[in-house]
């Protein structure tokens, strides 16, 4: 029987820090009244956010230069689902994760169907995977995939697309997203209309064997692995591509595919205009795609994309449903304690947003009185908002405080007895 985080052992915790969390809760519900907020309303709604975990984050990730696995790290999906499990019994934000394939393939879709209701874990959208060529695999992505320049390539590609959606309507999953590698590394080497049309024409043999009710989401990338042009690179070159195929093509915004420096709550509030943000990868970066933990670099910048979400919501955008996913890397740290305190940070910008008095806020826009408007707009970020977040989690079942009782259970000391190193394993990417 593999080792579960028993509930009383949440529940033993959570007494001892009820007290004090009482206190704190009470404080900051006492002071957001003297500006007319229901705290327990944002408690409400953090305790209804959720975002989904990426199975290749639950294994310790690396770069081209190395991986450092750790004990007792998951040797495929079953592994990975508990491991899921658990983030999401200690933090009550994460039902569903969100697999990629074939990283996850299994010859039994209805076993890990089942195994996923048990360990109460749902499925999200689905990733596909034509940057990596299989084990003999003839026809090869080193030149592209929906964009190859050979129509046999293309139609490859396209299948192991319709071959996700297959297994994603197995898993009772609802999106389908689509990452590419294509690009080039030396001017000349394609031509930057023409791929963007066979892309095109990959994308329509997709989407047009799109179940009813499912969508696809397109994730742009500025460069990575191709350094000189990336066919898909950009919010306005995704955008293109999901109006040209249908009303069921979104775009998927992963915070670390931009240049640095770039406005990404602008090109987040651009897509909810044209009603086709797809929702998140979240995570953080310094310089390049780094996938760093969501809010350990700039968590100014995720509140700021959150605002756009809160007020989006709050007026009704038209067709506004973001997915909301976490996509890291966890090269230094033990992945279940990064996507916990990340699916955190995720929650706190969100409860922050709803700490922004919008009236005021938009008086001051409109009288272009600027240190005013900034510092109402500011006034969330400044709030610590943790009494909230932890009442979400108490209210729901989960850990007042989830690393001290994902420590003191010794979960990783089980699963290393439980999970023997495999040579060569790997998270996935690296
Ligand atoms: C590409 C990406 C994409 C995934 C991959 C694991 O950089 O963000 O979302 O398929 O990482
Ligand atoms: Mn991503």
Redo the contacts with the bound molecule.
Sequence with gaps: MSYRIPDALIGEANAKLVAAHAEDYGALGRRLERSSVDIDAITAKVAAFAVAV?TWGVGTGGTRFARFPGPGEPRGIFDKLEDCATIHQLTRATPTCSPHFPWDKVSDYRELAERAKALGVGFDAVNSNTFQDQPGQKLSYKFGSLSHSEKAVRNRAVAHNLECIEIGEKLGSKAL?V?IADGSNFPGQSNLNRVFDWYLESLNAIYARLPDHWRVFL?H?LCEPAFYSTVISDWGTSLMAAEAVGPKALC?V?L??HAPNVNIEQIVARLIRAGRLAGF?F?DSKYGDDDLDTGSIDPFRLYRVFNELVYASARGAPGFDPAY?L?QSHNVTDPIESLMVSAMEVQRAYAQAFLIDRAALEAAQQANDVMLAHRIFKAGFVADVSPILAEARRRGGGAIDPIAVYRASKYRTHKAKERPAVAGSSSGIV
């Design positions: 990426p997203t990452w994730e990338k998927l992963d670390g595919h990868h995570n996913m996509d």
